[in-house]
C-alpha cells in the first residue's frame, strides 16, 4: 500500500507532462505548418528563380527593401495590405466549408462600382450616411456575385473553382461596360472613370500615417471572421461541413444555406475590398480595380 502510494505522484507527473506536452505541441501546429510551408515555398520560388538565371538573394533582398526598407515602404505595404486582407477573407471563410474559391476580384471590382455608383447617386447627403451606404452596396453587391458561386456549387453541383474564376471574367466585363457606359464621366477621357467622389466621402489616412482607415476594417473583418469560425455555432457547423459533407447532413445539419451564406459572406468582404480601393485609394471606379488581389494572375504579374 505504501508503495502504491508514493508511486502515485510520479505517475500524475508524467501524465501531467505528457498532457503539456501534448497541449503544446496542439498550439504550435498553427505556427509551425503554416512556416513550413511558407519555407518550402520560398525554396521552391529560389530554384525557379535560379533556372532562369537570377540571384534569389538578390531579389529577396529587393523584396525587403521595397516593402519594409524604408517608413514610407512600410505605410505602401500596409495601405495595399488592406485590400488583400479582405480579399483573403474571400478565400479562407469558403475554405473552411472545403470549396476553393479563387474568382474574388470579381466581388473586389463589382463592389467598387456599386459603391462609387452609390456615392454619387448619394451626393449631397451627409459624408457618414454616404460612406456606410456605399460600404453596404459594396458589400452586397461583392456578396450577390460569390453567393452566386456557392448556389451553383450546392445545387446544381458546379464546381467553384472554375465557376468563381470564370465569374470573374464576367465581372470585369461588366464594370467595363458600366464604366464606359452609363456610369461613365464624360470628363474621364483617356482613362474611362465613374464620376469622381466628392472629398467629404472619401476615407481619410490613420492619424500620423500614410495608411487610411481600411487597414483598420480589414483587421477587424479578420477577427470577427475568427469569432465567427471557432466561437459560434454557424462556425462549428462550417467546420463539421467542411470535414464530411455527408455527415453533416446526417446530423441534420443545413449544408445548402451554410455554403450560400459563408460563400455570399465571403464575397461581401471581397466586395468591401473594392469600396475601399474607391474610397480610400482611387476616388472613382475604372480598370485599376482589377488589379488582381484576389486572382491567381497578381501571382503571375510579380513573377513577370
Known amino acids: ?74 505605410q505602401n505595404s500596409l495601405s495595399r495590405g488592406a485590400p488583400l486582407l479582405l480579399a483573403a477573407l474571400c478565400v479562407a471563410l469558403p475554405a473552411r466549408l472545403g470549396l476553393v474559391v479563387i474568382g474574388g476580384e470579381g466581388a473586389i471590382v ?35 456575385w460569390i453567393g452566386a458561386v456557392g448556389a451553383l456549387r450546392h445545387y446544381r453541383a458546379v464546381n467553384e473553382t472554375i465557376s468563381s474564376l470564370l465569374m470573374a471574367y464576367i465581372a470585369i466585363a461588366l464594370m467595363n461596360h458600366l464604366v464606359e457606359g452609363p456610369l461613365r464621366d464624360p470628363a474621364s477621357l483617356n482613362k474611362p472613370s465613374t464620376q469622381p467622389l466628392a472629398d467629404a466621402y472619401r476615407i481619410g489616412n490613420i492619424p500620423g500615417m500614410e495608411v487610411h482607415w481600411g487597414l483598420v476594417v480589414g483587421i477587424v473583418a479578420c477577427i470577427l471572421s475568427w469569432l465567427l469560425i471557432e466561437k459560434t455555432r454557424w462556425g462549428f457547423a462550417a467546420r463539421i461541413a467542411g470535414g464530411n459533407v455527408r455527415a453533416a447532413q446526417v446530423q441534420g445539419l443545413a449544408v445548402g444555406p451554410l455554403i450560400v451564406g459563408f460563400t455570399a459572406l465571403a464575397g461581401g468582404f471581397a466586395g468591401l475590398a473594392g469600396m475601399l480601393e474607391v474610397g480610400a485609394v482611387q476616388g472613382s471606379a475604372n480598370a485599376s480595380l482589377a488589379a488582381g488581389y484576389a486572382s491567381w494572375r497578381y501571382m503571375v504579374l510579380q513573377v513577370e
Open 1 to 74: 500500500m505504501a508503495d502504491t502510494v508514493s508511486s502515485a505522484p510520479a505517475v500524475f507527473g508524467a501524465r501531467g507532462y505528457s498532457a503539456a506536452l501534448e497541449w503544446i505541441a496542439r498550439r504550435a501546429e498553427a505556427f509551425v505548418i503554416p512556416l513550413a510551408a511558407l519555407i518550402v515555398g520560398m525554396v521552391l520560388f529560389s530554384l525557379f528563380i535560379a533556372l532562369v538565371g537570377k540571384s534569389p538573394l538578390q531579389l529577396y533582398e529587393t523584396m525587403w527593401r521595397g516593402g519594409f526598407g524604408s517608413w514610407f515602404s512600410i
Open 110 to 144: 463589382l463592389g467598387g462600382v456599386a459603391a462609387a455608383a452609390t456615392g454619387v447617386a448619394l451626393s449631397g447627403a451627409p459624408s457618414s450616411i454616404v460612406i456606410l451606404a456605399m460600404g453596404v452596396a459594396g458589400m452586397a453587391a461583392g456578396g450577390i
